[in-house]
């Protein structure tokens, strides 16, 4: 009886330490649904298919040579590999040429992260019979010990410079991990499994140093700290603490060592006097670690770093959700005119507080969330043509490769223009525009325990999930965000039993509804038996309101949207890459700028608000008529 008592004991030992068990770690607030849960519907599914049909799903054929580039195979980095010709204009750049070695992992992994989203809820058979092709060789690219990644043995994991060892693997893992979702293909798994394994064997926990870089420029370095990307996502898979665990020891790692970007090092954080300065991209896409490691040891340190962390990106935030960064934050306060945000930036920041909210349930961060993706990032997207803006200001007052008309000493700034690729730059903000539609659908709904389906962002969409072991599909039909109507169309065949929650949003004057509802968290709380065809609707009540940013202007907004004067411009075409893809400038046709009137009978109607303000150059009050923030290309928005 003893000897089966030990058995029992030991085993029950070794279950509780291949687990990762920590007691320590903080309690999520909600859980994920399995990527393509979620599907698009209406003008989102229409924006998706544009750019299927546009650049992000040919942008392998806009620059075939980065996108085909061997180098997570035949073309692995070695110690005699030179720098590669990316097609960029280096002129300006100080950050060293060690970078250009790794950035075509980057490129083409995030591209592929963004095709393979898109083209999964999009349903795209010709595209899905791509990604299937690409998934497979990436599987034999795998070395016997689990290794995938860009770099020969005899480099990987000796690391004493800039590398891309941790970050060329996180933009590639984060697209095998949605397509093993959509598939729950056991062959992928473990090869995903065997991969990270790979990482955790090489760079032991608590007895390596996998961000020990030297003292030059690391930003390849600093990029692996989302290497937690793929650590939290298999967590939210197997609830195995062992990767939650990893990922607190990195990112403890990363504060002890030096770091070009290092903002979000503890004890920078920690110090009241610190204010961000680095590389846009880095600060806001390393706020995911940081949550990652507070919530896997709910170390109250961590949890206060965290708090003052998300003040800072605040004040460094347009209130369009415009992430300051063109391309370094450089201690300023976000300004409408004078601080430009990357397209990286703002997928970045907004995946970070995805990330923040599925952890921490606050429907602030829905929000911003909402408010990053329905101005800024479809502000930095051309309306008419499939391309982007790298750099935009809230108030753009000319898009002709400069900062409106601002000179940049000792650099040849080409980044404040539309263009499918932006090769001349880097192309890593068209790769992530194509990532970031698919990373806002992924966190609409969310589950707050078995029978409590939450719906945090509000968009046309439909979720098929299971509840009490039953299937359920909710279809919301709305034009949202620019009406505020919503229809949720419930497919309930064997009548399971749950709560639904709606988040309502924070500029709501009223609630039209038949439904009997409470109200929770600043959500609406529908606890009925559905029936096996249901059916809720819901009107959210806005008016015009006035807000004010960090430097006292004036923005106008109705619901969710910010509204800007659209001004008039010329097209200029300039590089052509093929038929329909160009890069494109715009040039004024006036200069006219309007200041803010107390007496400005602001009033909404036919999806437009008309205002009274002073014309700068005749001082006479006008009337002017400003529409959606994100369907301008020039454009006053404050005031």
């Given at each position: ?53 546009g ?8 620059v ?6 061997p ?12 720098v ?105 798994w ?50 195995d ?65 965290l ?7 605040e ?50 961060t829905?929000e ?13 997207r ?17 898009m ?63 979720v ?7 299937t ?50 600043e ?83 036919d ?33």
């Amino acid at each position: 009886m003893r000897k089966i008592f030990l058995t029992l004991l030991i085993l029950a030992s070794y279950i509780m330490n291949s687990q990762g068990q920590n007691s320590n770690k903080a309690v999520e607030k909600y859980e994920i649904l399995p990527f393509g849960s979620i599907k698009p519907s209406g003008w989102i599914k229409e924006q998706m298919q544009k750019d299927i049909d546009g650049f992000v799903g040919n942008l392998d054929k806009l620059v075939p040579d980065l996108i085909n580039d061997p180098i997570y195979s035949s073309g692995r980095l070695h110690k005699n590999s030179e720098v590669k010709d990316l097609g960029n204009n280096k002129e300006g750049d100080t950050e060293g040429s060690e970078q250009y070695k790794w950035w075509n992992s980057e490129t083409q992994s995030n591209w592929w992260d963004g095709y393979i989203r898109n083209v999964i809820l999009l349903n795209d058979k010709a595209g899905l019979k791509k990604v299937e092709n690409y998934i497979q060789e990436v599987l034999k690219t795998q070395d016997e010990d689990g290794y995938i990644g860009i770099y020969d043995k005899e480099l990987r994991y000796k690391f004493n410079s800039e590398n891309g060892e941790l970050w060329s693997k996180t933009t590639m893992y984060r697209g095998l991990l949605a397509y093993y979702q959509y598939t729950n293909d056991k062959k992928v798994w473990n090869v995903i499994v065997k991969a990270v394994d790979n990482v955790m064997t090489n760079y032991p926990i608590n007895n390596s140093s996998p961000y020990s870089s030297g003292k030059e420029f690391n930003g390849g370095v600093s990029h692996g700290l989302t290497f937690t990307d793929v650590l939290d996502k298999m967590y939210q898979i197997t609830g195995d603490t062992k990767y939650t665990n990893y990922a607190l020891f990195l990112f403890q790692d990363f504060s002890k060592t030096y770091q070009s970007e290092k903002d979000v090092q503890l004890e920078n954080i920690l110090n009241p006097n610190y204010k961000l300065q680095s590389h846009g991209v880095h600060t806001y896409e390393h706020l995911r670690p940081l949550i990652v490691a507070a919530y896997a040891s709910n170390n109250k340190e961590l949890q206060k770093a965290l708090e003052i962390y998300i003040q800072r990106i605040e004040k460094s935030t347009t209130l369009t959700g415009g992430a300051n960064g063109d391309e370094w934050i450089a201690e300023r306060i976000a300004d409408a005119s004078h601080t430009g945000y990357e397209y990286c930036s703002l997928h970045e920041l907004m995946d970070s507080y995805t990330v923040l909210l599925q952890k921490q349930g606050n429907p602030k961060t829905a929000e911003a969330i909402e408010t990053i993706f329905y101005n800024a990032a479809q502000g930095s997207r051309n309306p008419d043509h499939s391309c982007i803006a790298y750099l935009k200001t809230d108030n753009s007052f000319e898009m002709e490769g400069t900062k409106n008309g601002e000179v940049e000493p000792n650099r040849n700034q080409t980044r404040y223009k539309y263009s499918p690729a932006h090769q001349d730059v880097a192309v890593c903000c068209n790769p992530n525009a194509g990532r970031i539609t698919p990373y806002f659908l992924e966190k609409s709904w969310l589950k707050e325990s078995e029978n409590v389906l939450v719906n945090v962002l509000l968009l046309p969409n439909t979720v098929e999930t299971k509840i009490q072991n039953q299937t359920v599909k909710i279809e919301t039909i709305t034009e949202y965000p620019y009406q505020n109507k919503l229809t949720y169309k419930i497919s309930n065949p064997n009548y399971a039993q749950f709560i639904l929650k709606i988040r309502k949003p924070s500029w709501a004057i009223a609630t039209i509804t038949k439904e009997h509802y409470t109200i929770e968290n600043e959500f609406l709380v529908i606890n009925r038996p559905f029936a096996k065809e249901d059916t809720i609707e819901i009107e959210f009540k806005a008016k015009v309101q006035i807000k004010e940013d960090w430097n006292n202007e004036k923005y106008f907004s109705y619901g969710p949207l910010l509204y800007a004067k659209p001004i008039e411009a010329i097209e200029q075409k300039g590089k052509s890459y093929f038929t329909n893809f160009d890069d494109l400038t715009y040039k004024p046709k006036n200069n006219n700028r309007f200041k803010f009137v107390e007496d400005n009978h602001a009033s909404f109607s036919d999806s437009k608000i008309v205002i009274k303000a002073k014309n700068r150059t005749t001082n006479q009050i006008e009337s002017i008529t400003l529409i959606p923030f994100g369907k301008t290309i020039l454009r006053q928005v404050s005031f």
